[in-house]
């Protein structure tokens, strides 16, 4: 990404000044990755199992308690890729923009907490790996620009509704042979959202602009699915979801 700032930059300076055409909407393709990601993918219980049986024949009466911690996205999942298309239609010092765009985050694996085995007075750690993070949003909004030159500095706000897809866990506890695999976590489904931008877009020529950008993005807590894990006292781990991202994209645009 500091890459293609750069190449805007150079970009920029070279291009000589010219004329925004504001009579007519403008079509973008943006694309990027969110450089932060906040908020936890689960919170942390404790929930006694009287008996590991169920989940491994061999461990037939011990007793155990399960000491999940909270995980944060950041904790989960790598940086995400964003891609999109937007349509804007001018007015005056800014512009009314629509966008259509996908969220994506590969499956991340890390240790959620312990199950505590008073026979063995030990704690064996427990793993969890949870499915992507895919997303689409629909989002319209509205930038303003501080200046009509050949370098113009914009704020945005926006508005919009985001689909989730589902994501399931597999969760092992390594020590005792035991694994819950594809067990139901979220739901798909449609969340509320809504952010911020400040960003820079340069003028290439008449019809043509390439922009750089950062921003902010909150969307709301995701459907929990307890149809696997309530049975194991942990309902309330998936109570939550909610996260704020801060992507960082390049935009290029097209005015007709």
Known sequence: MNRLLSAALIVACLSPAAAMAQDGPSFSLF??????VKGDVHKGAIA?????GPLNPALAGVAAELRIESRGYDD???????FG??????????????QLASTRSSEGEVQVGGAFVPAL???????????RYEALALEGGYRHYFSDGNARPYLAGRLGATRVGSIDATFTIPAAD???????F?????ILGGGADFGVIWQLSEAASLGAEIGVRYHGKLKDDDSAIGGLGLASINDTGARTS???SMRLEFRF
Not at 48 to 52: E, M, Q, R, S, V
Not at 76 to 82: D, G, K, L, T
Not at 186 to 190: A, L
């Open 31 to 36: 694309g990027g990755r969110e450089a932060d």
């Open 186 to 190: 979220y739901e798909s489904g449609w």
């Open 178 to 184: 035991i694994t819950l695999s594809n067990v139901p």
């Open 246 to 248: 801060f992507p960082v």
């Open 48 to 52: 006694p199992i009287a008996d590991l």
């Open 85 to 98: 298309v937007e349509m804007a239609w001018p007015t005056q010092g800014g512009e009314i923009f629509g």
């Open 76 to 82: 989960i999942y790598s940086e995400a890729n964003v």
């Open 121 to 131: 007075d030990a704690t064996l750690p427990v793993f969890g790996r949870f499915g």
